[in-house]
Nanobody, 126 residues
């Protein structure tokens, strides 16, 4: 069973918006940091955003800062990524991931994340 399931991907024109959702199946991930990563064809997976358990602390890659917003609803065990002002270079498969609590300074290290979703395709046309 896949522990995390992403939804909300699709095709959008440049300048448009999408909201990705991540649902945790059967786990609450209490205390965990939740993150979003992406991987474009021919490129390595890269950090996009992460949010603390309380939602009070977030981190964003410079490439998405000011355009993307990460949030979570712990009661619903959901994590969201609101993506605005999308650019063709945002085209990638987006992954949701769970990270047992560690200092914010290492949130961007994908090898520390313990559970992953199957990914959602986001395609931005020019």
């Amino acid at each position: 069973q896949v522990p995390l399931v992403e939804s909300g991907g699709g095709l959008v024109q440049a300048g448009g918006s999408l909201r990705l959702s991540c649902s945790a199946s059967g786990r609450t991930y209490s205390g965990y940091v939740m993150g979003w990563f992406r991987q474009a064809p021919g490129k390595e997976r890269e950090f996009v955003a992460a949010v603390s358990w309380s939602g009070d602390s977030t981190d964003y890659a410079d490439s998405v800062k000011g355009r993307f917003t990460i949030s979570r609803d712990n009661a619903k065990t959901m994590v969201y990524l609101q993506m605005n002002s999308l650019k063709p270079e945002d085209t990638a498969v987006y992954y949701c991931a769970a990270l047992p609590y560690v200092p914010r300074s290492v949130w961007r290290k994908d090898d520390l994340y313990v559970d992953w979703g199957q990914g959602a395709q986001v395609t931005v046309s020019s």
